[in-house]
């Protein structure tokens, strides 16, 4: 499968294990909210179940206070990571602003690099991509001292290949959701396979814009045998060789170019995982034993019989029938 495929395959997965674990604590809140908050959230229980809970008597109070408690604190959680990742991108931003810029008019840049390369002075290969809405390639001057013309132009098409995907923004995304729910399983494997698919993705569109994958597997291989300084590794941002899967992408790239036939099958697995969740999600309904509200609601959260029900409920028992009707 073509490595762009896989980032969304893998961004898709990771969705889907949030957004099912979602759907299951609203449900588990829902089934066993108290009447009263059901009604005040203008919401009623099917007639003939009335919400019954399944829990023991004790249970009932704390359990809908267990799971309120969870869904707020991945909230939290949620909204703490991605502070976090937008104060490193600030910081990391900060610091390359008070760095003496050197000048990059001697680089032959592509239309989208033009304007967004920052050359700072540092004694490591520094190659990364930083930044959200408007992002930008920061390298180091050892990188083009010691890289050649072609290795520089390798590293630069990597960077380019983020940007073109919004490599940052999916970073930005993925890292959020896999902070938040890291005890749910399967979130914190799909997040390293995005990790890894998104370099890859980037790998292969070096290839192809420089037509020499030796250029960047050698420019790969050299930055790799250089520790990279840790500022320059914050949260979402995408840097050349930090992944720990240079070894795999160098072997990619020494193989020859495969021919991908993958966005009908990307479109039939997207199509697959939706109508799974949204099975899940309308199980996970019919589970709560709860609908929405009308005008006919009655006090204590449990709604008006149709006359369907009555007459259903109704047949052969008058009493049945008469309970429904003075109800």
Request: proline share 4%; with cysteine.
């Amino acid at each position: 499968m073509h490595p762009r495929a896989l980032v969304w395959a893998y961004l898709s997965t990771l969705l889907a294990a949030v957004g099912a674990t979602v759907v299951l604590l609203v449900a588990l809140l829902l089934k066993y909210l108290p009447h009263d908050y059901l009604a005040k959230a203008g919401l009623v229980c099917h007639v003939d179940t009335s919400c019954k809970a399944a829990l023991p008597v004790w249970a009932v109070p704390a359990f809908p206070l267990l799971v309120a408690g969870a869904l707020l604190g991945l909230g939290v959680y949620a909204a703490a990571s991605l502070c976090a990742q937008l104060g490193c991108t600030t910081a990391l931003r900060n610091a390359v602003a008070r760095v003496p810029p050197v000048g990059t008019g001697w680089l032959c840049l592509s239309s989208r690099l033009e304007g967004r390369v920052i050359i700072v002075h540092e004694r490591s290969l520094v190659s990364y991509t930083m930044g959200f809405l408007r992002p930008r390639v920061v390298i180091s001057d050892s990188l083009l001292e010691t890289l050649d013309a072609d290795e520089i132009r390798a590293v630069l098409s990597h960077e380019e290949g983020h940007l073109a995907g919004r490599d940052n923004v999916l970073i930005l995304v993925a890292q959020t959701l896999a902070h938040a729910f890291v005890l749910v399983p399967g979130v914190r494997f799909s997040h390293a396979r995005l990790r890894r698919a998104l370099e890859l993705a980037a790998d292969s569109y070096a290839r192809r814009a420089t037509g020499d994958p030796l250029a960047v597997a050698s420019s790969l291989q050299k930055c790799a045998r250089r520790p990279v300084p840790a500022r320059s590794v914050a949260l979402g941002t995408a840097s050349f060789a930090d992944d720990g899967h240079v070894v795999e992408r160098i072997h990619g790239l020494l193989g020859e170019e495969p021919t991908y036939a993958w966005r009908r099958w990307l479109a039939g697995a997207a199509l697959l995982l939706t109508l799974v969740f949204g099975v899940f999600a309308g199980s996970a309904l019919a589970f709560t034993d709860v609908g929405l509200g009308s005008s006919a609601d009655c006090g204590g959260g449990h709604q008006v019989p149709a006359a369907s029900s009555i007459a259903v409920h109704g047949f052969g028992d008058g009493s049945a029938a008469g309970g429904h009707l003075a109800h």
